[in-house]
């Protein structure tokens, strides 16, 4: 298995913009989970899915942002309109249970906006 | 709400010596703590679990109510040990949420 699978690897648009980073949890996996990283903040949950459903999407930060996930093996994360303050790596995530004792991370998007 | 700490952002070692990585936690019922590591080029990844007691990499944590504490130790660094270390935590019980610490960056130094 390749894993988790995010693209693109790198995002470099100006502001206004609108953003759409992608994923392909591993297969099996029920649960998948955004998170956004940056230096001041760390690593924060944006929103995450169990089968597919939103469970949780308090962490996201505006309603400029939007995920959704259309069946069990891809998930996007929407930024319109994208701001230079979006700029962050995001990561996904997946387990093969929502209370699972481990994640499976993706190799993240460096989403940069000009 | 569930918080964690992680009071270093930058620690440095010379290899060989020991090695603690701070992590405190505010949560009030019984959480559920981890350690992520991201290596250099390489993916997020899961490197212990306080459930499991169990030693990864020569790397242990102990949880610790009292002083709502996870740190990370090893006794003697390594080189390879270098790397972004994230502590987690998880409401047992409750919130199946991960909220993950700001990260410390470990060097270690030949």
């Known amino acids: 298995d390749a894993g988790v699978i995010q693209s693109p690897r790198h995002e470099v648009t100006e502001m206004g913009q609108e953003v759409t980073l992608r994923c392909k949890p591993i297969?099996?996996?029920?649960?998948l989970f955004w998170y956004r990283q940056t230096m001041m903040r760390g690593l924060e949950l944006l929103i995450y899915?169990?089968?597919?459903?939103?469970?949780?999407d308090s962490g996201m930060p505006e309603d400029r942002f939007s995920a959704k996930m259309p069946n069990a093996s891809f998930s996007t994360l929407k930024i319109q309109p994208s701001e230079p303050r979006d700029s962050a790596v995001y990561f996904c995530?997946?387990?093969?249970?929502?209370?699972?004792?481990?994640?499976?991370f993706g190799s993240g998007t460096q989403l940069s906006v000009l | 709400a569930q918080r964690v700490t992680q009071p270093e952002k930058l620690l440095s070692v010379f290899k060989g010596a020991p090695v603690e990585l701070k992590c405190n936690y505010s949560?009030?019922?019984?959480?559920?703590l981890f350690w992520y590591v991201q290596y250099s080029r390489q993916r997020l990844q899961l490197l212990l679990r306080?459930?499991s007691r169990e030693s990864i990499k020569g790397f242990t944590a102990d949880l610790n109510k009292g002083e709502t504490s996870f740190h990370l130790k090893k006794p003697f660094a390594q080189e390879e040990d270098s790397a972004m270390y994230y502590c987690?935590?998880?409401?047992?019980?409750?919130?199946?949420?991960?909220?993950f610490g700001k990260g410390t960056k470990l060097t270690v130094n030949p």
């Open positions: 949560y009030s019922g019984s959480p559920e």
């Open positions: 306080h459930i």
């Open positions: 297969s099996g996996h029920n649960s």
């Open positions: 899915f169990n089968n597919n459903v939103p469970i949780d």
């Open positions: 987690a935590l998880r409401a047992q019980g409750g919130s199946e949420k991960l909220v």
């Open positions: 995530a997946s387990s093969r249970l929502l209370r699972s004792e481990k994640l499976f």
